[in-house]
């Protein structure tokens, strides 16, 4: 008998995500443009997750500080989420060396977060998204969420099916381990900070031992999709998306739920 396997994205996939983003340049705080769009309109831009906790940590720090200070001075690991182009993790801090911008660009941005009552904890935490080539960070960036509430039972009724779960996310470490002991998965089953090319190899990779199914929402879940034996497009974030996210997708859903009906 064939081993089946589902990966799960998991922002706007497992749950539902409410994102904060502050322009540098303006000041001005939104939270209805995709970080994602603003990561693909730009040339060498990347979306970059700072590995450590917001509510705790990034909150807690002098709000004067230059991020590149904070970063390093604390050494907090930092990781691209999404880039257009594969860009290496030295280049960022070489980027934004000689930038400005304040720990308070962030911990404004954690604040809009917090008072939507959006749990900073189980999401993609806090970032900077950097403009490679002109050396600068143009937006700050906090995440959290609300696991969906079909989740957990959908969960666990694919785990009676003998199904093995595994959740392939570009969020942080700590939110994603947070969401694994909730909804009932080993953490191991737990892949971080995964962009759109390393999502696409860990589906690669379990395919050697499982039937696949990417369950995802966003263009970073494209590459995974295609690859898959079945690719899910799920619509419950309520999100517009690209029509090549529609072409990759074999089947769509607007609830999570409806993972339990596909024939796999």
């Not at 994603?176 to 860990?202: C, H, M, S, Y």
Request: with cysteine.
């Amino acid at each position: 008998m064939v081993k089946k396997a589902i990966v799960f994205d998991n922002s706007g996939t497992l749950i539902e995500r409410y994102r904060a983003l502050k322009h540098i340049q303006t000041g001005l705080i939104c939270d209805n443009v995709s970080s994602l769009d603003i990561v693909d309109n730009g040339t060498e831009r990347a979306l970059v997750v700072l590995q450590t906790d917001p509510a705790k940590c990034i909150i807690n720090a002098k709000p004067n500080q230059t991020i590149y200070e904070f970063i390093t001075r604390n050494k907090i690991n930092i990781d691209i989420s999404y880039s257009t182009t594969e860009i290496k993790k030295e280049e960022i801090l070489d980027a934004i060396k000689e930038d400005k911008s304040k720990v308070v660009d962030i911990q404004d941005t954690i604040k809009a977060v917090m008072d939507k009552k959006y749990n900073v904890q189980i999401c993609s935490g806090s970032g900077i998204i950097v403009a490679i080539n002109k050396h600068k960070i143009e937006f700050t960036i906090s995440s959290g969420g609300k696991i969906f509430p079909e989740v957990p039972s959908v969960v666990k009724e694919l785990q009676n099916r003998d199904i093995e779960i595994f959740v392939a996310s570009g969020d942080r470490k700590g939110s994603l381990q947070k969401l694994a002991e909730f909804i009932g998965i080993p953490t191991e089953n737990v892949f971080d900070t995964a962009d759109a090319w390393r999502k696409k190899e860990i589906v690669k990779e379990l395919k050697r031992n499982y039937k696949v199914m990417m369950v995802g929402n966003s263009v970073n879940d494209i590459f995974a999709l295609e690859e898959a034996d079945i690719g899910v497009l799920t619509e419950q974030q309520k999100e517009k998306n690209p029509e090549k996210l529609y072409d990759a997708a074999d089947v769509i859903i607007k609830n999570i739920k409806e993972i339990l009906d596909i024939k796999f």
